[in-house]
C-alpha cells in the first residue's frame, strides 16, 4: 500500500482545507474500516500511526491456531510468531499492519472516497459554523469573482458568500482580491444541499451600524448608545448617538481629533460622508444639528403638520438640500419630520415657488427574499 504517498496527501489536505492532520486520520481509520465491512461483512478496529514520514494501517486480529474459513480478522498463530515474535499466544488479539490483501485497489478507492465525502462533511459544517456566528453582523471577507451576472463572490475563512447585484452600493469599487466587510444579512443551501452560502449585504443601514460597533468600545460596551441612523448608500450616513456618561461628548469621542478616529469606517464604507450627531429631545435642536453644517436663518417649527420651515442663505441653499435632495431627505428620516428648506433671496421677494421643496423620510425597510437570490452556479475557480 503506497502509504507514505497518502500520508504526503493528507498533510497537503490538511494544510489546504485547514482540518487538524489528527481529524483526517480519525476519519481515514472510519474509511477504512468501513470499506472493509463492504467487502468482508465484519467491521474490524482500525488504527493508524504514523512514523515520520510514513503512515502504518493496523488492524485488530485474532491469533488462532488456523484460520478458519478465510476469516479477515485472524491470523495464525505461525505467522504472528514469525512477524511479532514468539511471546505472542493464541487467543490474543494484536494490530496486525494492513497489506494489498486487506485492501485491494477496488478497497482503497472506496475509502478514499468515504474519505473524501467526509472531509465535504465537515467543510459544509466548518462554513455553517462560520456564517451562523457572524450572521447579522459584519464579517470581513476576499473578493474573488464578478460572475456574468454581476453577482460579486466573496471568500472567507471557511465559508463563501454572494453579494447580488441588488445589494451592491452604485459605483463601488469590487476588485479581485481586494478585502471588505460585509453584512451578513441570511444563508441559503445551492440546489445540491452540498454547498451553504452567506447572502451578503453592503447597502445595508446595518452595515454602518455593525461596523461603529465593532470599531468603537464605548459603544459595544453602552457608554454611547446609537439612537438612529439612515443612510443613502455610497453618498451619506447620519447617526445619531447620545452618551450615557455626562462628562463624554458623543461626536467628538466617535469622530475622533481631526476626524482620524471615524477614518477607518470612511474608507471602509469607499469614502461615504457619515455625519455624527449628538441626539437630543428638542426637535427644532435636532432638526438643526441633522442638517449639518448649514446656517440657518430661521427655523419655524409647525406642531401640528409636524413640518419645520427653514431658511437658509443663497449660497447654502444647495448645500443643505444635498445631492438629489439626499440630505435634506436624510435630516427628515432621522428627525421623523417634514423639512421645507427656502433659500432667503426667495422669501424676501415671497416667490410662489412651483417646485416642491418638503422633504420627506426616506423608506428604509429592507426587503428581500433569500428564496428569489441565484445561487445555481457557484464559480469553481474563485477559491485561492
Known amino acids: 500500500m503506497q502509504t ?8 497537503q489536505l490538511a494544510y489546504e482545507k485547514g482540518i487538524p492532520l489528527e481529524k483526517l486520520i480519525e476519519i481515514l481509520s472510519d474509511s477504512i474500516s468501513k470499506s472493509f465491512k463492504k467487502k468482508y461483512k465484519v467491521t474490524p478496529n482500525v488504527k493508524i500511526e504514523i512514523e515520520k514520514d510514513d503512515l502504518k ?5 485474532e491469533v488462532v491456531k488456523t484460520i478458519i474459513d478465510g476469516n479477515p480478522l485472524q491470523i495464525s498463530l505461525r505467522e504472528a510468531h514469525k512477524k511479532y515474535g514468539k511471546e505472542v499466544k493464541e487467543g490474543e488479539k494484536i494490530f496486525v499492519e494492513a497489506n494489498d490483501k486487506d485492501f485491494s485497489r477496488s478497497e482503497a478507492l472506496a475509502a478514499k472516497q468515504l474519505l473524501a465525502q467526509k472531509i465535504k462533511e465537515l467543510e459544509y459544517h466548518a462554513a455553517y459554523q462560520e456564517i451562523s456566528q457572524n450572521l447579522k453582523s459584519v464579517y470581513t471577507g476576499t473578493i474573488r469573482k464578478r460572475d456574468e451576472k454581476g453577482n460579486v463572490w466573496v471568500e472567507f475563512e471557511k465559508a ?8 451592491q452600493v452604485k459605483n463601488e469599487p469590487y476588485y479581485v482580491n481586494k478585502k471588505m466587510s460585509f453584512f451578513i444579512m441570511a444563508y441559503k443551501e445551492d440546489t445540491s444541499k452540498t454547498n451553504i452560502i452567506a447572502i451578503l449585504n453592503r447597502k445595508s443601514p446595518m452595515l454602518v451600524r455593525k461596523l461603529l460597533e465593532k470599531e468603537y468600545n464605548e459603544i459595544k460596551e453602552g457608554t454611547i448608545e446609537i439612537v438612529d441612523l439612515v443612510r443613502q448608500p455610497g453618498y451619506r450616513t447620519k447617526v445619531a448617538v447620545r452618551s450615557k456618561v455626562p462628562y463624554i461628548d458623543p461626536v467628538s469621542t466617535i469622530l475622533g481629533p481631526k476626524n482620524f478616529r471615524i477614518q477607518n469606517i470612511v474608507n471602509e464604507l469607499s469614502g461615504e460622508r457619515i455625519d455624527v450627531i449628538q441626539y437630543t429631545d428638542d426637535p427644532k435642536i435636532f432638526i438643526q444639528r441633522a442638517l449639518g453644517n448649514v446656517k440657518i436663518l430661521s427655523i419655524d417649527m409647525d406642531f401640528n403638520n409636524k413640518i419645520a420651515r427653514i431658511v437658509v442663505p443663497d449660497e447654502q441653499l444647495s448645500i443643505a438640500i444635498g445631492k438629489e435632495g439626499y440630505n435634506a431627505k436624510l435630516t427628515a428620516t432621522i428627525t421623523k419630520w417634514k423639512i421645507d428648506i427656502k433659500s432667503e433671496s426667495n422669501v424676501k421677494r415671497k416667490v410662489d415657488e412651483k417646485q416642491e421643496t418638503v422633504f420627506e423620510a426616506v423608506n428604509l425597510t429592507e426587503d428581500y427574499n433569500v428564496d428569489e437570490i441565484d445561487i445555481k452556479n457557484i464559480p469553481s475557480n474563485f477559491r485561492k
Open 4 to 11: 507514505r504517498a497518502l500520508l504526503s496527501a493528507m498533510r
Open 57 to 61: 494501517i493496523l488492524i485488530e486480529k
Open 160 to 167: 463563501i458568500g454572494v453579494l447580488p447585484l441588488a445589494y
